[in-house]
Structure formats: structure tokens, C-alpha cells
């Protein structure tokens, strides 16, 4: 890699975790996606995508509230979302050192798709929202490296226009506490 590829992909990185850091102290609230008010685990990402590129990059689909939730057999659709939009990281968290902004999978059982989501700070730590909680920063522990899934980076350019989902909207209710994420 050039140092010029590396250099932009630090600083993407930087303005990613810079991004974080804004929503520190937002309230969990599942499937949101609104600095300040709520979001969850994917809403936290979501929002940092939308200050690095603008628009998302596609429709999320609903999701339930429980880790526990198990995908169709076979699928994994957290990582595969973030395969087709950001750049993987060979190697396992595990034994990884993320750069700041890396984005974080985790998995809490070995046989469960990817359920979590978090942002390197680059520090052995991370910022990500959990429920119960607000968005905060903690120390990425050996118990979060062993459940580490993947590592990914944001990509240094933009997505392509031609993934995006014309059919996708993003509508907020005055006084609501979330953005509202729909297909017509």
C-alpha cells in the first residue's frame, strides 16, 4: 500500500472515530439510528457512515431486539452487509491490534451469526451502544476479542452510486425518538 492509500485510509479512519465520539451519551434505542436521542449497536455505524458518505448505501431491513435471534442457517447478515460496503481486515480479533475506526463484529455464541457492532478507537478500546445503556466508550477486553467475527475498514472513497437503493427512504416523525427506516 502507497503512503499517500495510507495516509487517506487513516484518515478516514480518524474522522470515524471522531464521528463516534459525537454520539457518546446517546440512549439505546433499538433499530435507531439518531444522534443524541437513540440508536442502537448498527444505528451507531450507520450514522458514522452517513457523516463519512452520506447517504446509506442501502435499505436495513427490520431486525429483532435479542442477540439471541439466529439468521436463516448458513447466513450471517451483519457481516455480509458489511462485506458488500466496507473493506475486511484478514485475521482474527483475536490477535488483532484495529486500527482507529475500524468497525467490529462480534458474535455471542460460536454458532450464532454476528449480533454486535462497535468502532475502534485504535486505544484497546471501542465505542458502541448496548441495551440498557447509552453510547460509550470500554475497554476492548479478551472477553470481546474472543467474540470478535471480523474486522472491517471504512472504504476510502464513497459507495458506489450504482448499490444504492433508489426505493430506500429515511423519514423521522417530529418529536419521534428514531429515524424510521422504510421501503416503499
Known amino acids: 500500500m502507497s503512503p499517500m492509500r495510507r495516509q487517506i485510509g487513516q484518515e478516514i479512519g480518524v474522522a470515524a472515530l471522531g464521528e463516534a465520539r459525537l454520539w457518546l451519551g446517546t440512549?439505546?434505542?433499538h433499530q435507531a439510528s439518531h444522534r443524541g436521542v437513540g440508536?442502537?449497536?448498527l444505528g451507531l455505524l450507520r450514522g458514522v457512515w452517513r457523516a463519512l458518505y452520506g447517504a446509506e448505501p442501502e435499505a436495513v431491513p427490520p431486525y429483532a431486539s435479542t442477540w439471541a435471534e439466529s439468521a436463516a442457517p448458513?447466513?450471517?447478515?451483519?457481516?455480509e452487509a458489511a462485506a458488500r460496503h466496507l473493506v475486511p481486515v484478514?485475521?482474527?480479533?483475536?490477535?488483532?491490534?484495529p486500527r482507529i475506526g475500524d468497525v467490529l463484529l462480534f458474535a455471542f455464541r460460536r454458532h450464532l451469526p454476528a449480533r454486535h457492532c462497535a468502532i475502534a478507537t485504535g486505544d484497546g478500546a471501542m465505542i458502541h451502544a448496548h441495551d440498557g445503556a447509552v453510547v460509550a466508550e470500554v475497554a476492548l477486553?479478551?472477553?470481546?476479542?474472543?467474540?470478535g467475527t471480523g474486522v472491517f475498514r471504512f472504504p476510502?472513497?464513497?459507495?458506489?452510486?450504482?448499490?444504492?437503493?433508489?426505493?430506500?427512504?429515511?423519514?423521522?416523525?417530529?418529536?419521534?425518538?428514531?429515524i424510521l427506516w422504510t421501503v416503499p
Open 27 to 29: 440512549p439505546y434505542r
Open 39 to 41: 440508536c442502537d449497536c
Open 156 to 178: 476510502e472513497v464513497g459507495p458506489d452510486p450504482a448499490h444504492r437503493d433508489p426505493a430506500a427512504t429515511v423519514s423521522a416523525t417530529p418529536g419521534a425518538s428514531s
Open 141 to 147: 477486553t479478551g472477553w470481546w476479542r474472543r467474540h
Open 74 to 79: 448458513g447466513t450471517d447478515p451483519l457481516t
Open 90 to 97: 484478514p485475521g482474527p480479533l483475536a490477535v488483532a491490534a
